[in-house]
């Protein structure tokens, strides 16, 4: 009897295929934890061909989208570290890097102009960082580019402000990490002799912020000694109208500046402030004393051009295509070329016509265009200035016509003292003898509140204005908060006022009355008046004035039509100056002063000037530049300019 029994032999143990896959998976993680753990290691020497070539013998061959701005810069940077990579540490990026990108970032925050972003390359560093570049190409174009965003940057930042000649010229180049601080820090390499010219960096001390004391003193405009009686009203009181305050009671006992003659702000508990002018001032007021221009004749030259380009036939509107900008190589960039010399923006030359590299003199041309076309100028051929160069010649023969018949509406002879408020293209000028003294953005009505035309002349000035709220914005604005939070509109100096002028508690009995006319609303003159802390009266039946706002960004957008029809300015205070100069001892010392507190003070103007506000989608500047705007409330009838 055999004890051999084959039917036991067919179940097979798992037990060897367990232990040798265990032993396959710990080999596969010692692996790949070795792998993880290994750096890849960056030749020193292998990116020089790279930089050299694109830097020195074909600049032409730069590979990346984004252009260097600063190339001769760049060069002698790169020309001292012998064409070596300055912000890596074999493929990833150093500390000093990372400092960097931590402060152009800081520094293009808040900035409304995507010119910042652009000229630092932050765009382009956020699309290719989120890996890290493993490729040696890849790595020398982000070298450059943050060598080339750094220039930019001290550029910006005033680093090279000082004449060259007033301090010991140093090699200095931006490879240096210490105490986690990024620094400039010199290079003691001999001075190459192809490296002479402008220098960009020179030894900076980001510490060191405090201003010379002979730049200081050039600008001691608010401590001039003047002996000026300040108990004397400024204004005369209107009839029947007595005023309750007076505006000596912020100057020393007696009304007159110190002993010393030197003029000393003071807070409105009557306090000295400290640190100069206080944070409202704007400075002092330089006349610009620029050519005003706007004839006519010159419109009607610009005229019969464009009626010539129109019958020419040699238009044809950019095709359509991704943006361009500088560095960009398109066919487009030939037909955008061609399209801007046709315009007087760009002046060709011989063989560069069918070109499709946008090179710095197309830029230029583009920001020439963008900037008389009251666009964003940044040299970004986009959307909008597509938009603007494919404007047609016919289109701007009729625009031309409309701003001709809109001239003739107004005296032929201005004055020789004006203000004009052009509402399409969001400014204000003021000319004195055909020349603009002073000229500042706006803000505009929305297309539903519409900034009127209207020809008047300003009658008053007052600092700390109150604001009497139209009915309109009583009813479907101001009445619904103050029944939300009546405290918070009572801080804000918001009263409603009985037929005998009596101040009174936003109540709900008074508010009713408000809304149905019994009563008036009013927001008493201060920090939070709606009104800011100037405003302008020009008698006109519309009740439009100009005044200051605490909307202060809304300056630097590029378009600018948000207010309910009154006009808001950028630099009030240099307005009152130049207006009121001619009547005494006008300067921004005193309206600073004015502008503190909540009392309210009217200086009537003793000399007439003029107001023209005006609606010119098209007109010609003292430099004989032709401008276009668009026809933000459609009275030109043109819908391709209404953008």
Same mark, same amino acid.
């Not at 944070?279 to 620029?290: L, Q, V, W």
């Not at 959307?383 to 018949?405: D, F, H, M, Q, Y």
């Given at each position: 009897?055999?004890?051999?029994?084959?039917?036991?032999?067919?179940?097979?143990?798992?037990?060897?295929?367990?232990?040798?896959?265990?032993?396959?998976?710990?080999?596969?993680?010692?692996?790949?934890?070795?792998?993880?753990?290994?750096?890849?290691?960056?030749?020193?020497?292998?990116?020089?061909?790279?930089?050299?070539?694109?830097?020195?013998?074909?600049?032409?061959?730069?590979?990346?989208?984004?252009?260097?701005?600063?190339?001769?810069?760049?060069?002698?940077?790169?020309?001292?570290?012998?064409?070596?990579?300055?912000?890596?540490?074999?493929?990833?990026?150093?500390?000093?890097?990372?400092?960097?990108?931590?402060?152009?970032?800081?520094?293009?925050?808040?900035?409304?102009?995507?010119?910042?972003?652009?000229?630092?390359?932050?765009?382009?560093?956020?699309?290719?960082?989120?890996?890290?570049?493993?490729?040696?190409?890849?790595?020398?174009?982000?070298?450059?580019?943050?060598?080339?965003?750094?220039?930019?940057?001290?550029?910006?930042?005033?680093?090279?402000?000082?004449?060259?000649?007033?301090?010991?010229?140093?090699?200095?180049?931006?490879?240096?990490?210490?105490?986690?601080?990024?620094?400039?820090?010199?290079?003691?390499?001999?001075?190459?002799?192809?490296?002479?010219?402008?220098?960009?960096?020179?030894?900076?001390?980001?510490?060191?912020?405090?201003?010379?004391?002979?730049?200081?003193?050039?600008?001691?405009?608010?401590?001039?000694?003047?002996?000026?009686?300040?108990?004397?009203?400024?204004?005369?009181?209107?009839?029947?109208?007595?005023?309750?305050?007076?505006?000596?009671?912020?100057?020393?006992?007696?009304?007159?500046?110190?002993?010393?003659?030197?003029?000393?702000?003071?807070?409105?508990?009557?306090?000295?402030?400290?640190?100069?002018?206080?944070?409202?001032?704007?400075?002092?007021?330089?006349?610009?004393?620029?050519?005003?221009?706007?004839?006519?004749?010159?419109?009607?030259?610009?005229?019969?051009?464009?009626?010539?380009?129109?019958?020419?036939?040699?238009?044809?509107?950019?095709?359509?295509?991704?943006?361009?900008?500088?560095?960009?190589?398109?066919?487009?960039?030939?037909?955008?070329?061609?399209?801007?010399?046709?315009?007087?923006?760009?002046?060709?030359?011989?063989?560069?016509?069918?070109?499709?590299?946008?090179?710095?003199?197309?830029?230029?041309?583009?920001?020439?265009?963008?900037?008389?076309?009251?666009?964003?100028?940044?040299?970004?051929?986009?959307?909008?200035?597509?938009?603007?160069?494919?404007?047609?010649?016919?289109?701007?023969?009729?625009? #031309?016509?409309?701003?001709?018949? !809109?001239?003739?509406?107004? /005296? =032929?002879?201005?004055?020789? *003292?004006? &203000?004009? $408020? %052009?509402?399409?293209?969001?400014?204000?000028?003021?000319?004195?003898?055909?020349?603009?003294?002073?000229?500042?953005?706006?803000?505009?009505?929305?297309?539903?509140?519409?900034?009127?035309? #209207?020809?008047?002349?300003?009658? !008053?000035?007052?600092?700390? /204005? =109150?604001?009497?709220?139209? *009915?309109? &914005?009583? $009813? %479907?604005?101001?009445?619904?908060?103050?029944?939300?939070?009546?405290?918070?509109?009572?801080?804000?100096?918001?009263?409603?006022?009985?037929?005998?002028?009596?101040?009174?508690?936003?109540?709900?009995?008074?508010?009713?009355?408000?809304?149905?006319?019994?009563?008036?609303?009013?927001?008493?003159?201060?920090?939070?008046?709606?009104?800011?802390?100037?405003?302008?009266?020009?008698?006109?039946?519309?009740?439009?004035?100009?005044?200051?706002?605490?909307?202060?960004?809304?300056?630097?957008?590029?378009?600018?039509?948000?207010?309910?029809?009154?006009?808001?300015?950028?630099?009030?205070?240099?307005?009152?100056?130049?207006?009121?100069?001619?009547?005494?001892?006008?300067?921004?010392?005193?309206?600073?002063?004015?502008?503190?507190?909540?009392?309210?003070?009217?200086?009537?103007?003793?000399?007439?000037?003029?107001?023209?506000?005006?609606?010119?989608?098209?007109?010609?500047?003292?430099?004989?530049?032709?401008?276009?705007?668009?026809?933000?409330?459609?009275?030109?009838?043109?819908?391709?300019?209404?953008?």
């Amino acid at each position: 009897m055999s004890y051999f029994n084959p039917e036991r032999r067919t179940r097979k143990s798992v037990l060897p295929l367990l232990m040798l896959g265990s032993l396959c998976i710990v080999a596969l993680y010692y692996a790949f934890t070795a792998n993880q753990q290994t750096v890849p290691v960056l030749p020193e020497n292998a990116v020089r061909p790279h930089l050299i070539r694109w830097l020195v013998e074909n600049p032409d061959s730069w590979p990346a989208q984004d252009p260097i701005f600063n190339p001769a810069a760049v060069r002698r940077i790169y020309e001292r570290t012998d064409y070596r990579l300055l912000w890596f540490d074999n493929y990833s990026l150093s500390d000093t890097a990372n400092d960097l990108l931590k402060q152009l970032t800081a520094s293009s925050s808040g900035n409304p102009s995507s010119m910042v972003d652009y000229r630092y390359h932050l765009g382009y560093f956020d699309r290719t960082l989120r890996d890290t570049p493993q490729r040696l190409q890849m790595a020398a174009v982000l070298d450059v580019l943050l060598t080339d965003a750094f220039v930019s940057y001290a550029q910006d930042t005033q680093l090279d402000k000082m004449k060259p000649r007033t301090r010991r010229e140093r090699d200095i180049t931006p490879v240096s990490h210490n105490e986690g601080r990024f620094e400039l820090v010199a290079y003691t390499a001999q001075r190459q002799a192809s490296s002479s010219g402008r220098k960009y960096f020179r030894g900076y001390e980001r510490g060191a912020t405090v201003r010379r004391e002979s730049d200081i003193n050039r600008y001691r405009h608010y401590t001039r000694s003047r002996n000026i009686d300040r108990s004397r009203h400024y204004s005369y009181p209107r009839s029947g109208e007595a005023r309750s305050r007076s505006t000596s009671s912020r100057f020393a006992p007696g009304g007159l500046p110190p002993r010393n003659g030197q003029r000393s702000y003071t807070t409105s508990d009557g306090l000295p402030a400290v640190g100069g002018a206080p944070d409202h001032s704007e400075g002092p007021y330089i006349a610009e004393d620029t050519p005003y221009g706007r004839e006519e004749q010159a419109l009607r030259e610009q005229l019969a051009l464009y009626r010539s380009i129109a019958d020419s036939g040699r238009w044809r509107p950019l095709p359509a295509g991704p943006a361009m900008t500088i560095g960009a190589r398109h066919p487009n960039v030939a037909h955008l070329r061609n399209l801007l010399s046709l315009y007087g923006d760009y002046r060709s030359y011989t063989g560069e016509a069918n070109s499709t590299r946008f090179d710095r003199r197309l830029h230029e041309a583009v920001l020439r265009f963008q900037r008389r076309h009251g666009l964003k100028a940044d040299g970004i051929v986009g959307r909008e200035t597509r938009a603007r160069l494919n404007l047609s010649p016919t289109a701007r023969v009729n625009i #031309i016509e409309k701003n001709i018949r !809109r001239r003739r509406e107004l /005296p =032929t002879n201005l004055g020789d *003292r004006f &203000i004009q $408020v %052009n509402v399409p293209a969001y400014e204000l000028y003021y000319v004195e003898d055909d020349r603009i003294q002073l000229s500042m953005n706006v803000v505009v009505g929305k297309k539903k509140h519409a900034t009127p035309e #209207i020809t008047t002349r300003v009658s !008053r000035v007052v600092f700390n /204005p =109150t604001w009497t709220v139209p *009915r309109s &914005i009583l $009813v %479907n604005e101001i009445l619904p908060k103050a029944r939300a939070n009546p405290e918070g509109m009572e801080k804000m100096g918001y009263r409603v006022v009985s037929g005998s002028g009596e101040h009174l508690p936003l109540t709900s009995k008074n508010l009713s009355a408000a809304k149905q006319g019994s009563f008036l609303m009013r927001q008493l003159g201060g920090e939070d008046n709606i009104l800011g802390r100037v405003k302008f009266e020009i008698p006109n039946t519309d009740d439009i004035y100009l005044h200051d706002t605490r909307a202060r960004s809304l300056f630097s957008l590029t378009e600018r039509g948000y207010s309910h029809g009154c006009i808001r300015l950028e630099k009030p205070r240099h307005l009152a100056e130049a207006l009121l100069r001619p009547q005494g001892d006008w300067d921004q010392w005193r309206i600073n002063q004015l502008t503190v507190g909540d009392e309210t003070t009217e200086v009537n103007m003793k000399r007439n000037v003029k107001v023209y506000i005006t609606y010119w989608t098209a007109w010609v500047d003292g430099q004989g530049q032709l401008h276009f705007r668009p026809d933000i409330y459609g009275k030109d009838g043109l819908a391709a300019n209404q953008f």
